[in-house]
C-alpha cells in the first residue's frame, strides 16, 4: 500500500488503454442498441451479433445507465424505442458511420489507395522537379489529395519539425530528429543568351565569367552561398552583379542580354532545350552542384500509407532527368 498522503502514480499508457477499452465497450452498446432497434428483439439481435442474450442485456441496461434514460419499452410485439430511443437513434447510427468511415480511411491511408499528403519543398525543387514527380504520382494513385508547402530549406525543415508536412525536399541538411534520402543531385550550369561571344566558344575560363556581369538569384537561397563560396574558393571576384529574387526573373534577364548566370541545370532544361538560353562550359574551376534529399522525422517510424507510396516512387525515379524530359521543347 502507498505511504500516506501519497497517491499512486498513474503511468499515461495505462489510461490511455483505460480509455480505449472505455470506448469500445461504449461502441458495443451502441451496436447492440442499432441491433435490438433494428429487430425489435433481443435474442435475435444477439444471435445476429454472436453474443448471447444475457451479454446484450448487460450492455442494453449499461448503455441506459449511462445515458440516464431507459431506451426500450418491452411490449407483446417486442422491444420498443422510447421517446429516449428514438431521439438518441439518429446519433447513434452517426457514430457508427463514423467508425466505419473511419476505419474504411484506416485501410485506404494503410493501401495508399486514398488519404491525404503533405508536402514541403524549397522553391527550385516545387518549381522545376515536383511536378513531374506528381505527375506521376497522381496517375499512379488518382485518390490521393496532395498539397505542397514551399519555403527555403530552413523553413521546410522547421515545417517538417512542426508536423505541418510529413515529407520534405531540401538541400542536404543536418538535424538530430530528421532522416534523409537521396532524391537527385542538382548541378549549376553557366548560361548565356544565344549570339553571345561565349556561345560560339566551346569553353570559357573563370576569369572571363568573372569579367562578365553575372546575375544572382535570392540572396537568402543556398545557391547564392553556393555560388559566392565558389568564386570566393577560386580567388576570383565578379566585375558586376546583378541581384535578383528569383529563378524565373534570373533567366529572362539572360534572355534580354542583361548579363549572364549560373543556374540550376533543372531550372534552365526548358530554355536549353529551346535554344533561348546556351550551356557554355567552365573549364577552368570545379563543378558545382547541390545534393537534394527527403527528409521526414525520425520518430515516424517506418513509412506507411501516402508516405511509403511517394517515398517508393522517388526511389524509382530520376526526378531531374524526369523534369528535364517534360520541360517545353
Not at 234 to 242: A, H, K, Y
Request: net charge neutral; glycine share 6%; with cysteine.
Amino acid at each position: 500500500m502507498p505511504a500516506s498522503g501519497h497517491r499512486p502514480r498513474v503511468h499515461s499508457l495505462d489510461v490511455a488503454i483505460e480509455t480505449v477499452y472505455s470506448c469500445c465497450v461504449l461502441l458495443a452498446q451502441v451496436e447492440g442498441f442499432l441491433e435490438v432497434a433494428r429487430r425489435g428483439n433481443v435474442s435475435r439481435a444477439a444471435e445476429a451479433m454472436f453474443v448471447t442474450q444475457p451479454t446484450l442485456t448487460a450492455r442494453l441496461h449499461a448503455l441506459e445507465r449511462e445515458l440516464g434514460e431507459p431506451l426500450f419499452a418491452r411490449t407483446r410485439r417486442g422491444m420498443r424505442l422510447t421517446d429516449a430511443g428514438r431521439a438518441f437513434l439518429p446519433y447513434a447510427e452517426r457514430a457508427m458511420r463514423a467508425v466505419r468511415d473511419g476505419r474504411q480511411a484506416l485501410n485506404d491511408a494503410r493501401s495508399a489507395s486514398a488519404g491525404r499528403l503533405v508536402l514541403g519543398a524549397a522553391p527550385a525543387v516545387s518549381t522545376y522537379i515536383l511536378p513531374a514527380l506528381l505527375q506521376r504520382f497522381a496517375a499512379a494513385y488518382p485518390r490521393i489529395e496532395v498539397a505542397v508547402r514551399t519555403g527555403h530549406s530552413e523553413d521546410v525543415l522547421q515545417m517538417l519539425l512542426r508536423e505541418e508536412v510529413q515529407l520534405a525536399m531540401v538541400r542536404t541538411l543536418r538535424h538530430p530528429d530528421i532522416e534523409s534520402i537521396p532524391l537527385y543531385e542538382e548541378a549549376l550550369v553557366l548560361v548565356v543568351p544565344p549570339g553571345h561571344p561565349f556561345a560560339e566558344r566551346s569553353s570559357v575560363g573563370i576569369a572571363d565569367v568573372a569579367s562578365e556581369r553575372l546575375i544572382f538569384f535570392d540572396r537568402t537561397s543556398s545557391y547564392y552561398e553556393l555560388t559566392q563560396s565558389f568564386f570566393l574558393s577560386l580567388g576570383v571576384t565578379p566585375r558586376e552583379v546583378m541581384e535578383l529574387d528569383n529563378i524565373e526573373s534570373a533567366k529572362k534577364m539572360v534572355e534580354r542580354r542583361l548579363g549572364i548566370a549560373l543556374l540550376p541545370r533543372s531550372a534552365v532544361a526548358g530554355e536549353l532545350a529551346a535554344k533561348t538560353l546556351t550551356q557554355v562550359a567552365v573549364t577552368d574551376a570545379p563543378a558545382m552542384s547541390q545534393k537534394i534529399v527527403v527528409i521526414r522525422r525520425r520518430d515516424q517510424g517506418r513509412p506507411s500509407g501516402t508516405v511509403a507510396a511517394f517515398l517508393n516512387l522517388v526511389r524509382e525515379s530520376d526526378p531531374a532527368a524526369d523534369a528535364h524530359i517534360l520541360s517545353p521543347s
